[in-house]
Nanobody
Framework: QIQLVESGGGLVQPGGSQRLSCVAS???????????VGWYRQGSGKEREWVAS????????????VQGRFTISRDRNFRDSTKITIYLQMNTVKPEDTAVYYC??????????WGQGTQVTVAS
């Protein structure tokens, strides 16, 4: 089983920056089974949409609306191999980026694991 816990949300001004973090933890077998991690978001009254993903191979993809403003990255905790931290660096944010941001981990068994979400509000 994999647990995901996001943090870093909050209020940010338009044009500002925010970094979201997500800690994925579990037994070593489950963590090693992760084939990709990603971020999704869901605005009020909207469906959840994909933002960015990073495969274990290193391949990174972004949704078109990111337009070079966001960067996804991940760190494996060398002191604790049962944890991975996934980041989403958000720059030049816009009001339309306001949403609950969810961290996702997909395994080689095609199972999806989700965090509880963290709210990002872009407003002046």
């Amino acid at each position: 089983q994999i647990q995901l816990v996001e943090s870093g949300g909050g209020l940010v001004q338009p044009g500002g920056s925010q970094r979201l973090s997500c800690v994925a933890s579990g037994d070593i077998r489950s963590i090693n089974a992760i084939k990709s991690v990603g971020w999704y978001r869901q605005g009020s009254g909207k469906e959840r949409e994909w933002v960015a993903s990073r495969a274990t191979s290193g391949s990174i993809k972004y949704a078109d609306f990111v337009q070079g403003r966001f960067t996804i990255s991940r760190d494996r905790n060398f002191r604790d191999s049962t944890k991975i931290t996934i980041y989403l660096q958000m720059n030049t944010v816009k009001p339309e980026d306001t949403a609950v941001y969810y961290c996702n981990a997909r395994t080689v068994y095609e199972t999806d694991h989700w965090g509880q979400g963290t709210q990002v509000t872009v407003a002046s």
